[in-house]
């Protein structure tokens, strides 16, 4: 066809495609033209669709990039606003038989930095005609072929799509064939010759006829091939390949010479019409510049070098020929994989000098794009920055990346920047490339005073004197001058309740901390203060820092016990069985110390006693337990002194008197009261008075107690007499901490109840121990109902029962 007919084909397209646009979401505009397009052709106005400001195009440096590094094909005119045709647009050239062509671009607008996404679809138009593979296509037919035998002719292949490539065949009139039309899976159409009339070679040995191809395009083009028809004896058997398909995967760096595949066809004839060839009978172009047939092997071997981003899969046609003409055809399909075999390209697009070293962090200088024209992972591209620059690249939009600030600048420290930006691909090697930035800094006054370390401890010992040194913060100010002269102080705040300042000064030249009074560490232990560094620079620049002061123990606290209460107080004493044998729990003397760590630590030992070899206590328990069995000859009265030590450097320690009644006979409890003006001066403390009135209040318990004891037949020698020694949490300090281990707080013995005998200055008491070293119970202390009732009757009704 002519140049005047593919002219008025273009004009034609471009009058019924009208340019379509389609708007998409985010700012993404796609055209629909047809090919071949003039240089200069509009295709849309651009800034219009996208709602942009015209005059604002060439200020914000907008223009068209494409994917991949293609070719230009479009440029915007930055005075109306027009997207133009720069580059001839040939559909068969780039997208080949694909049904859909589309070409991408990006409109990219700075300052700020804005990306739309174009969508350029190239419609196909009627420019190319039908061609065969063949001029002359060879068919050889038996002249025994039946009526309705069919010989199938290679389609003709048209580089158009749909509508434009070939729709129908036209076969010349003749004696012998007509034409079918036969259309295949995949969308294609191919002619088949049906014997009409059978053949008498005798009559007529071979002829020819006219088949014309057409296709569906406006005007129609069509092509043309001679069949010649070579009548043969009987050959009633067409080669079958053993696949209808056959499919093969190479990668783009094979080597040249290799085989991709083998094709395979018989033929059940025999001699000449067994013999098979093959023949190529469709493949494109580039798929001819790179792969060859041997028609007598079959094999397909590669000869050219490949290259997937060009082309990623190759179809063709191989058709098996006996040696009298029938044939057969499959296809083959070799699909080209990927080789991470393009590093990635970094483009600068744009960049911020000088930068000010005030500048925010965040904020954008510089503009990178990166391409891969690899496929899926060795197109992944990760940028990054290796140096220890107070820069990082933040991925924008698609293939963008902004280099930002992640920190203030300091010209001081350093003017300039040489950024080393390195992008690496995921392929496998990975494949990279850097391009060095260049960036310089403009200089502001902006460094405040900044301390040497994060924060600071400072370890004093309680009782220090004031004015002690605590430790000493240092700042540092690069600035020049007074700008760099260092001020110190302490900023306000409470400690406990009080102005820091009455705890701490600060030496404001120096930074040297000072205490300001003496430490109590059972008050507190530990507290934190700020300490403020200024510089002489106008406006002045400051930083803080925190300074946590901890007040170390000295053991300054006596241990204090509990029970017994201490002489003076309280005069107690213990009523032990006389069947009571070695190892058998007597009492507890319980203390605690208000120091911590191993300065509460506490010891107990028998500095003197009545008789040294019946009694020990716990080293750390405070537990008093008999180290022998009580014989008639100990004495009744047994008068124990005991030291408590804590662990301190030095140690400090403290003595109590425990009394104890070696008795079980309740008639001996009057004579215990000239027992005790003997060995004890001490008087009636107020905190006796309250535990025997509380203890009256739990006598019509007790009465019930023994009245239940009695009927059960259970007795048990468990008189306890005035004095209770059953320690209440309430009673204890609530400074100390509890000293498992150390102090004597925590026990696992229970103590019983105790009965007054109405003395006013003795106390007795009977002590049980669920320990199994404690008395048996068949060694229990029996007494007699009248017993107990002569003694009800001296108490008045004053019982006490502690637990």
Known sequence: MGN??????????????????????????????????????????????????????????????????????????????????????????????????????ELILESPLELHRISLQIQDTNDNTPVFPKEEIKIEMSELAVKGVRFRVNEAH???????????????????????????????????????????????QEFRVLLTALDGGTPQRSGTAIVHVIVLDANDNAPVFSQAVYKATLPENSPVDNVVVTVTATDADDGLNGQVTYELSRISEKGRQVFTLNHITGEIKLTGPLDFEEESTYEMRIEAKDGYGLSSDSKVIIDITDVNDNPPVINLKSLTKPIPENISPGTEVGIINVQ????????????????????KLVPSIKNYYSLVTTGQLDRELVSGYNITITATDEGSPPLSSSKVVQLSVADVNDNPPVFEEQSYSAYVTENNKPGSTLCSVTARDPDWRQNGTVIYSLLPGDVNGAPVSSYLSVNGDTGVLHAV??????????????????????????????????????????PQILYPAPEGNSFMTELVPKAAHGGSLVSKVIAVDADSGQNAWLSYDIVKSTDPGLFSIGLHSGEIMTQRDISESDSMKQNLIVAVKDNGQPSLSVTCSMFLLISDNLAEVPELKDMSNDESNSKLTSYLIIALVSVSTFFLTFIIVILGVRFCRRRKPRLLFDGAVAIPSAYLPPNYAEVDGTGTLRSTYNYDAYLTTGSRTSDFKFVRSYNDNTLPADQTLRKSPTDFADVFGELEGSPEVGH
């Open 158 to 204: 048209d580089l158009d799509i749909g509508q434009n490539a070939v729709q129908s065949y036209i076969l010349q009139t003749n004696n012998h064939l007509v034409l079918e039309i036969q259309s295949k899976s995949d969308g294609g159409k191919f002619a088949e010759l049906v014997l009409d009339k059978e053949l008498d070679r005798e009559e007529q």
């Open 372 to 391: 891969d024209r690899d496929s899926e992972n060795n197109r992944q591209v990760r940028c990054y920055i290796q140096q220890n620059v107070p820069f």
């Open 517 to 558: 009074r003496s430490f109590d560490y059972e008050q507190f232990r530990s507290f934190k203060v700020h300490v403020m560094a200024r510089d002489n620079g106008s406006p002045p620049l400051s930083g803080n820092v925190t300074v946590s002061v901890f007040i170390t123990d000295v053991n300054d606290n006596s």
């Open 4 to 105: 005047n007919g593919c002219s008025a084909l273009v004009l034609l397209y471009s009058f019924v495609f009208s340019l379509q646009l389609l708007h998409i979401s985010n700012g993404d505009v796609s055209y629909s033209i047809p090919e071949e397009m003039k240089r200069g052709s509009v295709i849309g106005n651009i800034a219009k669709d996208l709602g942009l400001d015209v005059g604002k195009l060439s200020a914000r440096k907008a223009r068209v990039d494409s994917e991949a590094n293609r070719e230009q094909y479009c440029n915007i005119n930055l005075i109306n606003g027009d997207l133009i045709v720069a580059e001839r647009i040939d559909r068969e050239a780039l997208c080949g038989e694909k049904v859909s062509c589309i070409l991408r671009f």
